[in-house]
C-alpha cells in the first residue's frame, strides 16, 4: 500500500515571499559577517620554518636530522605511504584486526628520510660553496658499514642529549663521531641559511613550481612542531584541531571526531587513527540514514520540541476546535492520527484543512 | 520513447514555478526554526563570494596583505555562521521529523550536504598557510593514511587541498544544496505532526 502523504500545500495557506525572505537574511547575514570580521579578524599564526627553528631550536633541527639519517625517526620507519619502513620495519602501520587499507596503495609518496632530508640537501649545498670537506664527510659516511653508521648515529645521539647552544652552534663533548658531527653542523647551517626547506622542497615538485612541501612538512612534523603545538595546546589529546587561537572559535564541528581521541580505546589503540575515522564515519552513515532506521526515525514524535515549534499550529486547532466541527470528523481525526491510509478521497479535502486563517494572522518574515 | 518529452513532462509537473518560488506557505510554517535553513544558505554565499575573491587574488594575497587579511576574515566568520546555521537547521529539522512523508531523500541530501562541508572546510583550514594549517596537515595524515585514504589522498601536497577546496568539493557541495532545496520545494515543509487526541474526539 502506498504510504499516506498530506500535501503540505492543502493545508490552510498564508501569504508568503521567498525573494524577500532570502535578500532581508543575505543583508542580515552579510552585515553581521563583516562587522565582526572588521572587529576582531580571523586567526593567523606565522607558519614555522625550519630556519626559524634552527635558530630557536638548534638541537632539535640536529636530532630530527641525526634521526632521519639512522632511521629513529619516525618518518624514517613510519611504512606505507612513505616507505616500507627503515630496513624492512614500519611502525606506522595501523591495521584493525588484520585490517589495513593503508598498505593498499604501495609507496605514491615516497620518502628516504637519510637521503631525502640529509644526503640529498648537503650534497646540494657541498656542491653549491664547493665544500670539500662536507663533500668528504659525506663519502665517507655513504660507503662506511651499516653497523659503523649507525655506531657513530648511535654515539652523536646521546651526545645530543647533553648538548649546549653557543653563538647558535649546537656543541657536544668530544666523542666518536667520524663524519656525522660535521654533516650535522652543515645541515644545521643549512636550515638557518632557510635553504634547506628549498632543498626539501626540490625534491616533492619536479618543476619550478611549490605545489607540494610534503618533504619539508615532514623534516618539521616531529619535535618542532610538536614542541609548538603542546605550547599552544593543540595536540591531539588536548583536543587538537577542535579549536583555533585561543580567542577564536575553531572547527567545533569536529567534536565528535577529536572526542574519540580523548577516550579509549581510540586513544590507546596502536590503530586509533583508523578506529577514530572509522567510527565517525560511521555515525555519519548514521545519521544519513536517520529516516529509515526504526526507532530513531520515530523519536522526534516521542520527543515534546516538535509542540514547541509548532505550538502556533497546535494552539490554533486547539482554539478552533477544528476536528470537532469537521464536517469529515471521523476522517478528520483519523488524519491526525497520522494514519497511513488515505482518509478522503483525492479531491476532498478535510475540512480542518479548508480552514482560512484570517489575513491578520500573517506571520512576520524568515519563515522559510 | 522520447527522452526530452518524458523529462520535460517530469519537470514541469514536479518542478512548477508555483512550487520553486511560492508566495504561500502551510500556517504552520510559524517559528524561528524555519529561518535556519535561509540563514545557513546565505551565509553559504557570502563563503562562497569571499572564497571567490580571495581565490582570484591567490593565497599570498590573503596571507600577507590588509585587504587580504580582511577578507580571509570575511571567509572565517561567514563559514562560522554557515556551520552554526547549519547546525541549527539539522537539529530543528530532527526534531521536526522532517523526513516524514516522502521526504527521506531531502534529509539524505542534507545530511550529505553537511558531511561535504566538512571535509571542504577542513581542507580550507589546510589551505590558510599558517602553522594551524602546517600542524592539522602533519597530525591528519596519520588519520588519513590509517583509514586507507592515502591511495586517493596526501594531506601535505598543497596543490591537491587547494584545488580541493575552491573547485572540486564546492562544486560537489554546491551541487548538493541545489538538490536539496530543489528537494524542500518540490514536496513542501513537512506538515506538523497529528495532534493529540482527547476522549470524546477533541484535541
Given at each position: 500500500m502506498k504510504r499516506f502523504t498530506r500535501d503540505?500545500?492543502?493545508?490552510p495557506t498564508k501569504e508568503f515571499d521567498l525573494l524577500k525572505e532570502g535578500t532581508i537574511s543575505l543583508v542580515i547575514v552579510a552585515v553581521l559577517v563583516l562587522v565582526v570580521a572588521g572587529i576582531w579578524g580571523a586567526p593567523y599564526r606565522p607558519a614555522v620554518t625550519n630556519e626559524a627553528v634552527s635558530k630557536t631550536m638548534p638541537v632539535v633541527i640536529e636530532q630530527t636530522a641525526l634521526g632521519d639519517l639512522n632511521g629513529s625517526g619516525s618518518i624514517a620507519s613510519y611504512g606505507p605511504p612513505y616507505n616500507n619502513g627503515w630496513h624492512g620495519n614500519a611502525g606506522s602501520i595501523q591495521s584493525l584486526y588484520g585490517f589495513?587499507?593503508?598498505?593498499?596503495?604501495?609507496?605514491?609518496?615516497?620518502?628516504?628520510t637519510a637521503q631525502d632530508d640529509v644526503i640529498g640537501p648537503l650534497t646540494m649545498l657541498a656542491q653549491a660553496s664547493g665544500n670539500q670537506a662536507l663533500s668528504q664527510a659525506i663519502h665517507t659516511y655513504a660507503t662506511a658499514s651499516y653497523t659503523q653508521q649507525q655506531s657513530w648515529d648511535q654515539n652523536l645521539q646521546n651526545a645530543l642529549n647533553h648538548a649546549t647552544v653557543a653563538n647558535g652552534n649546537v656543541m657536544v663533548a668530544p666523542g666518536q663521531y667520524g663524519p656525522v658531527a660535521t654533516m650535522m653542523q652543515y645541515e644545521l647551517q643549512l636550515a638557518r641559511s632557510g635553504l634547506l626547506s628549498g632543498a626539501l622542497n626540490h625534491e616533492t615538485n619536479n618543476g619550478v613550481y611549490r605545489y607540494n612541501v610534503q618533504n619539508d612538512l615532514l623534516f618539521l612534523q616531529g619535535q618542532a612542531l610538536h614542541k609548538i603545538a603542546n605550547q599552544l595546546d593543540m595536540s591531539g589529546e588536548q583536543?587538537?584541531?577542535?579549536?583555533?587561537?585561543?580567542a577564536f572559535p575553531g572547527p567545533w564541528w569536529l567534536t565528535p571526531y577529536t572526542?574519540?581521541?580523548?577516550?579509549p580505546p581510540w586513544n590507546t589503540s596502536s590503530a586509533g587513527d583508523q578506529a577514530a575515522a572509522y567510527t565517525v564515519g560511521l555515525l555519519f552513515f548514521l545519521l544519513i540514514l536517520v529516516p529509515f532506521i526504526p526507532g530513531l526515525n520515530k523519536l522526534p514524535r516521542a520527543l515534546p520540541v516538535h509542540r514547541i515549534i509548532w505550538r502556533d499550529w497546535y494552539n490554533r486547532l486547539e482554539k478552533n476546535r477544528l476536528c470537532e466541527t469537521c464536517a469529515l470528523r471521523a476522517s478528520c481525526e483519523k488524519e491526525f492520527k497520522d494514519?497511513?491510509?488515505?482518509?478522503?478521497?483525492?479531491?476532498v479535502t478535510p475540512n480542518c484543512y479548508q480552514q482560512k486563517e484570517p489575513a491578520a494572522s500573517v506571520r512576520s518574515p524568515l519563515h522559510a | 520513447m522520447n527522452w526530452t518529452t518524458q523529462v520535460r513532462t517530469k519537470v514541469s509537473e514536479q518542478l512548477a514555478w508555483e512550487k520553486l518560488l511560492p508566495s504561500e506557505q502551510p500556517?504552520?510554517?510559524?517559528?524561528?526554526?524555519?529561518s535556519f535553513g535561509v540563514l545557513t544558505l546565505s551565509s553559504l554565499v557570502i563563503v562562497i563570494v569571499s572564497g571567490i575573491i580571495m581565490a582570484s587574488k591567490g593565497p599570498l594575497w590573503y596571507q600577507s596583505s590588509v585587504m587580504g587579511d580582511y577578507f580571509r576574515s570575511v571567509h572565517f566568520w561567514s563559514v562560522q555562521a554557515f556551520f552554526f546555521f547549519m547546525t541549527m537547521h539539522l537539529v530543528g529539522q530532527f526534531f521536526m521529523g522532517s523526513w516524514r512523508e516522502g521526504r527521506s531523500f531531502t534529509w539524505v541530501l542534507g545530511a550529505l550536504s553537511f558531511g561535504v562541508s566538512v571535509v571542504t572546510a577542513f581542507t580550507g583550514y589546510l589551505s590558510r598557510g599558517d602553522f594551524f594549517s602546517q600542524w592539522n596537515q602533519v597530525q591528519s595524515k596519520d588519520a588519513f593514511n590509517g583509514a586507507g585514504l592515502d591511495g586517493f589522498f596526501n594531506a601535505l601536497n598543497n596543490g591537491q587541498i587547494y584545488g580541493l577546496h575552491i573547485a572540486v568539493l564546492p562544486a560537489i557541495l554546491i551541487l548538493l544544496v541545489a538538490w536539496h532545496l530543489v528537494a524542500v520545494r518540490r514536496m513542501g515543509v513537512v506538515p506538523p505532526y497529528p495532534a493529540k487526541m482527547k476522549k470524546g474526539g477533541g484535541r
Open positions: 503540505s500545500l492543502r493545508f589495513s587499507p593503508q598498505t593498499w596503495w604501495g609507496i605514491p609518496y615516497p620518502v628516504n583536543w587538537g584541531i577542535n579549536h583555533d587561537e585561543s572526542f574519540f581521541y580523548q577516550i494514519t497511513r491510509t488515505p482518509v478522503a478521497s483525492k479531491n | 500556517i504552520y510554517v510559524s517559528s524561528l526554526v524555519y
